[in-house]
C-alpha cells in the first residue's frame, strides 16, 4: 500500500498568520490518465471530515480561496493563507492514484 | 442538496453481526461509485470497502476481506455494509462517502464491538 507521511502532526497557528502543512508519498501519484489523486480533507471537532481540494489543486465548492493545494508526484502542500479561528481541526491528506486509497496520519491545527 | 445519512451502527459483541445502511439523496445516487471509510476512537481515517454505480466492481481493505460485504440497492438510492465477525478492533464510527474520490460524506454511526 501507498504511505501518506504528512508533517508537521501537530500545527499551533497565529490567528490571521499563514500554514502550511506537508505531505509525502511512498509512490508517484501520477496515474496513468495523467492526473494526480491527491486530496485534502479537513475534520472540525466533533464533525465528519469534509473535503476540501482534489486533484492537487482543485478547490471543492463553498470551500475559501484562503486554502490552496499545490504539489507533484510525491510531495504536496495544503496552506492557508490567514488562519481563522474556524479552520481548527485536523486535516488528512489522501491518494486515490493506487488501490486501496491511502490517508495520511492527520495534522491538528489549532491557535496558540 | 446533496447528502448520505448512515444508520444502524450500535453496541455488539465480538463474533457477532451487524448490518450498516446509507440513503442518499439530493442526486443521481446511481451515477455514483460509494464507499465506506471508518475512524476508531481518537484515531485517523482508514478505507474500508469500494462499490462502483452498477455493483461491477467491488474492493475491500484487507482488514475486512472475507467479513464484510458491501452491497446497493439504486432504486432505493441506498448503500450497505454487512459486517460479520465482528472484532474489537472494529470499533469505529462508520462513514458513508459520494464517488471514488469520497466528495460527499455523512455524519457517521458508530459501531462499538464489546462484551
Known amino acids: 500500500d501507498v504511505v501518506m507521511t504528512q508533517s508537521p502532526l501537530s500545527l499551533p497557528v497565529t490567528l490571521g498568520q499563514p500554514a502550511s502543512i506537508s505531505c509525502r508519498s511512498s509512490?508517484?501519484?501520477?496515474?496513468?490518465?495523467?492526473?494526480?489523486?491527491l486530496s485534502w480533507f479537513q475534520q472540525r471537532p466533533g464533525q465528519s471530515p469534509r473535503r476540501l481540494i482534489s486533484k492537487v489543486s482543485n478547490r471543492d465548492s463553498g470551500v475559501p480561496d484562503r486554502f490552496s493545494g499545490s504539489g507533484s508526484d510525491t510531495d504536496f502542500t495544503l496552506k492557508i493563507s490567514r488562519v481563522e479561528a474556524e479552520d481548527v481541526g485536523v486535516y488528512y491528506c489522501m491518494q486515490g492514484t493506487h488501490w486501496p486509497p491511502t490517508f495520511g496520519q492527520g495534522t491538528k491545527v489549532e491557535i496558540k | 442538496e446533496a447528502q448520505v445519512v448512515e444508520s444502524g451502527g450500535g453496541l455488539v459483541q465480538p463474533g457477532g453481526s451487524l448490518r450498516l445502511s446509507c440513503a442518499g439523496s439530493?442526486?443521481?445516487?446511481?451515477?455514483?461509485?460509494m464507499n465506506w471509510v471508518r475512524q476508531a476512537p481518537g484515531k485517523g481515517l482508514e478505507w474500508v470497502s469500494y462499490i462502483s454505480s452498477s455493483s461491477g466492481t467491488i474492493y475491500y481493505a484487507d482488514s475486512v476481506k472475507g467479513r464484510f460485504t458491501i452491497s446497493r440497492d439504486n432504486a432505493k438510492n441506498s448503500l450497505y455494509l454487512q459486517m460479520h465477525s465482528l472484532r474489537d478492533d472494529d470499533t469505529a464510527m462508520y462513514y458513508c462517502?459520494?464517488?471514488?474520490?469520497?466528495?460527499?460524506w455523512g455524519q457517521g454511526t458508530l459501531v462499538t464491538v464489546s462484551s
Open positions: 509512490q508517484s501519484l501520477v496515474y496513468s490518465d495523467g492526473n494526480t489523486y
Open positions: 462517502g459520494r464517488g471514488k474520490y469520497l466528495a460527499l
Open positions: 439530493g442526486f443521481n445516487f446511481n451515477d455514483y461509485s
